[in-house]
């Protein structure tokens, strides 16, 4: 079986403006499960670039570790790519960011990559308010290790393994906007008219912008309660040897306005109530989204939409004013000025 999509092309697809079509911004064949949240955001992330017409060789595309940091491989093809150190991301993207400022920064997470063991990072990049748009694929599990709850699971939430989560989640959203990043949205990875929009806005805003999806599990959005789950029936099998079965789902696809709350039905029947900020909220009051996530927070539900922005930022690069050719093709008198130049900044520091 090949996970690498056929080169064939239909000469009639439509193309943006600098000749490119839908085609040339996607990846391999994702290998999760079908009906996962997650394939949903990869094909948002290929329709916003390809409405914003970049160029798919100008864009640097960077994960941890976890399911959503397996999806760079599912869009952007011929774009730059690196799979770094569960947890590690942000500091890979500033590396990178400050050797060549002529890239379009994407970092992917999850919310076990973001806030248990990348926490430190994460509060970091945001800080320095690192120019790239940081999408984090949030479903409240570990889906690599079979469905413990991660650091953004609700307090009260049923694991598979049947628990009810003790401790309170992480709201990323709020997190960020208490560091200072000035760029802040959620949205949930079914309602495609809201999220290109916002991925679209995220890739052209000039400093760290941060995009939390809410985005259902198939296989650990499972009732461990029900006679016909995965669990009871692994303990109430004898079994001649140990099989793993992920059953086939649709994905979750929703639409609504602000006026009314959305509530989802998700894989094993729970509800997620889903509240759309009106097209007329103020993104640049701070006080009041601080206000509201609270609010929203005591009802239960999710506020989804631009939530905060600064537009008045300055963000690393020209804050610590780096140069704006990339390290890679700075030449010898570019890197070796001579001796005139070294003893005037040494003058310029007695």
Not at 12 to 27: C, I, S, V
Not at 252 to 260: F, G, L, P, Q, S
């Amino acid at each position: 079986m090949t996970y690498i999509r056929p080169k064939f092309q239909h000469p009639l697809l439509p193309k943006n403006a600098l000749g490119y079509n839908r085609k040339d911004y996607e990846g391999a064949l994702s290998t999760l499960c079908a009906g996962c949240g997650h394939d949903s955001i990869s094909a948002a992330i290929v329709e916003a670039c390809f409405e914003l017409d970049i160029e798919p060789h100008k864009v640097a595309k960077l994960s941890g570790i976890g399911c959503s940091s397996k999806t760079p491989a599912y869009f952007l093809s011929n774009s730059h790519g690196f799979n770094s150190v569960h947890g590690r991301m942000p500091s890979v993207a500033t590396g990178a960011n400050l050797a060549n400022r002529d890239l379009v920064y994407l970092g992917v997470s999850g919310d076990g990559d973001t806030a248990s063991i990348g926490m430190g990072q994460f509060a970091h990049v945001i800080r320095r308010n690192l120019n790239m748009t940081y999408i984090v694929m949030n479903n409240g599990c570990y889906g690599l290790t079979k469905g413990q709850d991660s650091a953004t699971a609700d307090h009260g939430s049923i694991s598979k393994g049947g628990q009810a989560n003790m401790f309170e989640g992480i709201d990323l959203c709020g997190l960020a906007i208490e560091l200072g990043a000035t760029f802040v949205a959620q949205s949930f990875s079914g309602d495609k008219s809201q999220l290109i929009p916002l991925i679209k806005a995220g890739l052209s805003h000039s400093g760290f912008a941060l995009i939390n999806v809410i985005s259902p599990c198939v296989t650990f959005n499972n009732n461990a309660g029900s006679t016909k789950s995965y669990d009871y029936v692994r303990e109430h099998n004898e079994a001649l040897s140990k099989v793993d079965f992920v059953p086939i789902k649709e994905t979750i696809v929703t639409d609504y306005d602000h006026t009314k709350v959305k509530h989802i039905e998700m894989h094993d029947g729970s509800l997620l109530a889903l509240n759309k900020l009106s097209p007329e909220w103020d993104p640049e009051d701070k006080l009041s989204i601080i206000v509201a996530l609270q609010k929203a927070k005591e009802k239960k539900e999710i506020l989804t939409g631009l939530l905060y922005l600064d537009t008045e930022s300055i963000e690393l690069n020209n804050l610590l004013n780096t140069t704006h050719t990339p390290l890679n093709q700075l030449t010898e008198k570019d890197l070796c000025p001579g001796n005139a130049t070294l003893q005037e900044l040494c003058e310029s520091m007695r």
